[in-house]
Each structure stands twice: as structure tokens, then as C-alpha cells.
């Protein structure tokens, strides 16, 4: 199988976004603290962007 990557380009931030929620994640943006935020099964990630999220 050849490698993936992921590249932080502004073309990539909506797929990055459905492909958490395809995952099973929900996806919320917190305006205060002006950050992502993806829950599931008691996983908590929190990033600037949907980019990060992904790792």
C-alpha cells in the first residue's frame, strides 16, 4: 500500500472535518476558546484547526 499524507493547505480543512464526522466523531467549533473540538467513546481532541485534529 503506498504511504497517505496529509497536507495543511485550505483546500484540505473541510474533508479533514467530514472525514472526523464519517469516523463517528462530533465536531463542534468553541468560539470562546477558539478551538476544534472531536468527541468519541471518551476521546477528546481539541486543535486550532480540523487539520489537527486529524494528528
Do not use: C, F
Amino acid at each position: 500500500m503506498a504511504p497517505s499524507s496529509l497536507t495543511a493547505v485550505a483546500n484540505v480543512l473541510a474533508p479533514a472535518y467530514y472525514l472526523l464526522q464519517a469516523q463517528g466523531y462530533q465536531v463542534r467549533y468553541d468560539a470562546e476558546m477558539n478551538l476544534w473540538i472531536a468527541e468519541k467513546d471518551g476521546v477528546h481532541l481539541s486543535a486550532h484547526d480540523s487539520i489537527m485534529l486529524r494528528g
